[in-house]
C-alpha cells in the first residue's frame, strides 16, 4: 500500500554551466516544479560518477536525474560525450539490479532553457510518484 | 444567457479550435490577407479580440461568420500562431449545433444551384452552414 | 508503379474530365491508379475544430482501406487531397482525434496515420518525374503560356500538406514546363476564388475570381490550369473568362502525352 | 570537527515571504557541528557581509553556509567576504533557496522544509571541504578580436588604446561589417561612411593592431589568459604585401557578371574585385568561383596588367598560429533573407527589397549613385510602402520568423522615410506598424519628426500581400484604427526584416565553448551585472551577436569588453580555479584512462620513487596534474579505475555527503 503522505525523493545533478542556470532561469521565470527535487551543483555532467546515482538509490532516493549541456555545447568540450557514454552502460547496469529504466533520466538543458528545465522536472517527478517508492536498492540499514 | 452558460460556450469554442486568444499581438495581418474582408462585419483580428473578452453573441449573431472561405491564409500567415480561421469555425460550429439554428437549409438548395456547379461547393457549404 | 486512388465525388459527375484525363495520362505513363474500393465522399472540406471527428470517418476509411493494400494513396481533386492530408495529419499527431475515430470505426486494425498521401502533382514530381515526364512527351505545348492556379487547399496550411512552398509554389510551373509550355507566374496564383460561398454570395466569389483572372491576363497567360473543380467553376463562371481559358491540368497533361 | 556558522538570507521578501527563514535558522543551527546560525534581511549587503565576520571571529568558525540565491549570483561575495576574516574562501558553500526554493514554491511549509534540507546538503558538504589554494598562470598580453565590424574595429581601437596588441580576425575582404553599407545614420542623419570610415583607417594605422582579413578562425585552444588560436587566412590570389590598391586589375577584368554583394547584389563587380572605395586594407581579391583563369586556366589578364605582380593564382590557404590572453566575440548579424514571406512579394517582384537594400539604393556610392531608383525599370517610386516586424516577433512555435523584437527597424524605417521624402517630397510614403518602438535618446521625438513634420504615413496595422500587375505593387493591407482594409498602388515596398545572428556564430561559439541562446546569440556571464562577458572565462561580447543593438549601443558595448579585456590583459598572473583534479600517487596504478579523457592534455605521467616493502624502492608510473592547466570539469575523476583521482571543491566524499544528507528526509 502506497503511504498517502508519500512524497518521492528526487535528486537531481546540474551541471554548473548549462542546467544548473537552467534553473536559475526557471527559478527568475517563475516556472514551478515539485519540491520533490533537489539539485547538486557539478562542474560538468561528466563529473557525476554513476557511484553516486547507485548511492542515491541506496539511500532511498526513488529517482534520480542528470542535467547537462547540448551535446557539442559542453562548457568543457567533450564532457557531456563521456557522461553520455557513462550513463548508457549505468542504465544497463540498473535494469539488470531491476531498478526501473524510467527512475534515472539525462536531459541536456541549457543556460537558456529556463522552461525545459521546470518542464522536465515537472514530468520527472509525476513519472517517479506513478512508480511509487523504491524498494529494490534501497539499503534498509539507512534508514532512520 | 445566464454568465454560467457563456463561459461554458466561451471554454467550447476555444477548446474546439485550439486557439490561444491570448497569443494574438494584434499586428491585423489576418485582416490584411482576408479575402473576405469586403463581406464581413467583423474581420478576422477583431474576432480574435472579441472571444478575448468574451463577446460571442455579438460575434455568433453576426453574418461575418457565414462569409469565411476556408481559404487558410490567416492560418498561413499568422505571426504568432493564432489561426483566426480555426476560431471563426469555432464560433460558426457552436451556432449550428443548436436545434434548429442551420444557416443552409435543404430545401433552399434547388434555388441556390446551377448546371454547372459542382457537388463539391454543395457538400462543402453543407458541412460549413448545416449540422 | 502501382497506387491507390480516390477520385472524390465531384470527379465521378461534374468534374468528369479531370478524372478522365488523369487515368489516360497515367496509362501512358505507365502508372497503375487503382481505384480504392468503396471509397466515399471526404466531405469537401476539412472540419478544424477538434471535437468534430465523424466528419473525418470517410477519410480514415480511405486511408485505412490504402494502408491495408499496402499502397500510398494518391488524390487529385485539391479539396480530397487537403481534406485527407489533414485528417490523415490529425490520425499521426492528435491521439485524441485518432482514439475517437478508431473508436468509431472499429478496423481490424486501427489506424494511426500510416498511409502516405500524394497529390496526383506530388506523385508526377516525386516519383515519375518531371524529366520523365517530359521524356514521354509526344505532343510538347510549345508557345502556350500558362498559369498555375494554386487556390488554398493544395498549399495550406504548408506543415500540414508539406508539398510546396506556400507562398511561392513551384510544383505546377516545373509541370508546365515538363509539358512544354511556358509557365506565366503572378500574384493571386495562391489566393482563393472564392470556395462554397459562392452558393450565397455569388459578388464575394465573382471579386475572388476575376481578381484572380485579371492577375494572370495581366501577366500574360492564355490558359489557367487548375486542379480543383470548385476553382475551374467559380474561375469560369464567375471570374470573366475572356481571353484565358481554364482548364484541369490532367487534360493538358493528356493533350502533351497524345491521349487525349 | 568543523564549526560552522549558518546565514539565512531573507532577500527582503524574496525568500522571506515564503520561506520561514526563523525556522530554517533554528533548525540548521541544531546541524552537528553547527555552532552558530542565524538570519538576516540582506545577506550580499555591507551590514550583512559585516555580520558573518563578526560571526567567524568571534565563534571561531572554521566553514560557513550561507542559504540564500544562486551561487552563480553571490557565491564569489561570500567567500571574499570571509577571506577578510581569515578563513579559506573555499570554505563557504551556499544552499540555493531563491532560485530553487522561494521563487518556485508557493506553499510555506513546503518551501520551508526544502529550504532546510537544502541547508543540510551545504553543511554536509563543508564538514568535507578543504582550504583551498589557487594557483597562478600567465598572461598572454595580447587580445584576439573576431569580426570587423563597427563591434570589433571599437574594441580593438580601445584595447590598442591602452597599450596592448589587439588582432582581429576578419571573414570578408575588408573590415567594416554591415555600417560601412549604411547610409545614414539615426538619429541624427549623419554619413555612416563619414563615421565609419576614419575609424577604418585608425585600424589599419595603428602599429599595435594586426588585421586578419578574409581569413577565419580554425581552432581555438588552451583557456583565460592562455589561448592558442589557428587562423585560416584564405588565399585571396593577390599578395596582400604587394598589392597597392590601385583597381586597374578590377577594371580590367572581363568578368563582369558577378552578383555585387557589398550592394545587396543590386549590381554586379568583378571576379576581382575591392568591395569598396574605402576598404580596408585595401586590397583586390580573386572570386575563384567566378574567376576565368581559375576555371578554365585561360585569361590572366588582371595578371597582366598589374603593376606589382601582386597576382597569385597558386596562392594557397595559409593557417597561422597566435596566441591570446583574451578573445572577443564581435561576430555580428544579418538581416534574414525574406523569402520565407512571400506573400509580401520578395521573391517574385523586383521592387519589393529589404531595408538593407534600401540603404544601397540611397547611397551615393550605391549603385544608382544615390538616386532612388526602384530596381526593374530604374524609375522613381511615387508611392513607396514600409512594412515592419517582417520576420520579428514570431511566436516561438512559428518556423518560419524570430520570437524577439530586432529594435532597429522602427528607427530605421523612420528614418529612411524621412530620407525619402525630404529628398522627393512627390512621394507618399506609408509605414505599416505593429508598435512604433523607439526606446533612446532623442528616438521618439525623431519618429515624430516623420509623422509631422515629413508626412510620412504611419498606419497600425499589416500588409498581407502584395500583387505585382503591370509594374504596380498591388499592397493589401489592414488599417486597424480605422477598421478598413486598404489598397495602395506603390511602386517600391521595403520589408524592415529581422536582424539574424551572423551564421559563423555558431561554429565560433562551438570552438569557444561559449554558450548561445535559443536564437544563437551568445549569452552574457549575467544578464544585468555581466553583460559583455560569456559565462566562459577569457570570452567577451561585442555588438549584435550578443543580442539586436544600433550603432550606438554596439560602440557602447564595444567598449565595455574593450575595458573588460584589459581588464584582464593588464594583470601578470590570473589566479586559476582551485578547484581542480588531483591524483593520490599511492592509489595510482597508472593505467592511463584519465589523461586519455582530458580534454587539456593537463595529466602527464611519470615514474616515481616509492618507499616498497623492507626498506625497498619502487618505481612505479604515476599520474599528475598540472594544476594551472586543469579546468576543473571532472571527466578524470570518473574515469579512474582505482579511485585516485578525485576533483577539490567537488570531491567524491562532498558529493557523497550531499546526495546522504538529500535522501535522509
New interface residues.
Partial sequence: MQDVNYRPKIVAFCCNWCSYAGADLAGSSRLAYPADVKIIRVPCSCRVNPLFILRAFQRGADGVIMAGCHPGDCHYTSGNYFARRRMTLLFSMLDYLGIERERTRVEWISAAEGAKFSKTMNEFAATIAALGENKRLEDLRCKK | MSHDKKQAQLDEILAASGVDVRKCMRCGKCTATCPAFDEMEYHPHQFVYMVEKGQIDKLAASPSIWQCLSCFACMERCPRQVEPAKLIEAVRLSVIRAKGANHLKPEEIPALLDADLPQQAITSAFRKYSK | MKFSYYP???LK???KDLDRYARAACEALGVDLAELPEWQ?C??????????IA?KLSSVRALASARDLGTDLVTL?S?CHNVIKQVNNDMRTNADIALRANNYLKLDTPYTGETNVLHFLEMLRDRVGFDALKAKVTNPLTGRKIGAYY??LLL???KVMAMD????PTIIEDFIRAIGATPV????RN??C????????K??AK??SSAVL??AK?KGADTVVTAC??C??NL??NGGTDGVDVVYFTELLAEALGVK | MQRIGVFICHCGTNIAATVDVKAVAEALGREPGVVFSTDYQYMCSESGQTLMRDAIREHKLSGVVVCSCSPRMHEATFRKAAEKEGLNPYMVEIANIREQVSWIHKDVAEATEKAIILGRAAIAKVHLNKPLTAGESPVTKRALVIGGGIAGIQTALDIAEAGFEVDIVEKEPTIGGKMAQIDKTFPTLDCAACILTPKMVDVAQNDKIKIFSYSEVESVKGFVGNFKVAIRKKARFVDEDKCTGCGICTEKCPQKKVPNEFNMGLDTRRAIYIPFAQAVPKVATIDANYCTMMKTGKCGVCQKVCGVGAIDYKQQDVIVEREYGAIVAATGFNPMKPTQYDELGYSTCEDVVTSLELERLMNAAGPTAGTLLRPSDKKHPHTVVFVQCVGSRCDAENEKGKPYCSKICCMYTAKHAMLIREKYPDTEVYVFYIDVRTPGKNFDEFYRRAVEQYGVHYVKGQVGKVVEDNGVLKVQASDLLSGEQLHIDADLVVLATAVEPDKSARSIATMLTASMDTNDFFTEAHAKLRPVESPTAGIFLSGVCQGPKDIPETVSQASAAAAKVIGLLAKDKLTCNPCVAESDELLCNGCSSCEKVCPYGAITYADKEFRGPNRTTLIRRVASVNPAVCQGCGACTVACPSGAMDLKGFSNRQIMAEVDAICKM
Fill in positions: 472524390g465525388c465531384t459527375t461534374k468534374a465522399c466531405g469537401a472540406v476539412y472540419t478544424m475544430a477538434k471535437d468534430e466528419s481533386c479539396a487556390g488554398c495550406r496550411p504548408s512552398d506556400a507562398e511561392n507566374v503572378y500574384g493571386m489566393e482563393c472564392g470556395g462554397y460561398v459562392t452558393l450565397e454570395n459578388g464575394s471579386k475572388r485579371e492577375s495581366s473543380p470548385l475551374l467553376y469560369k463562371k
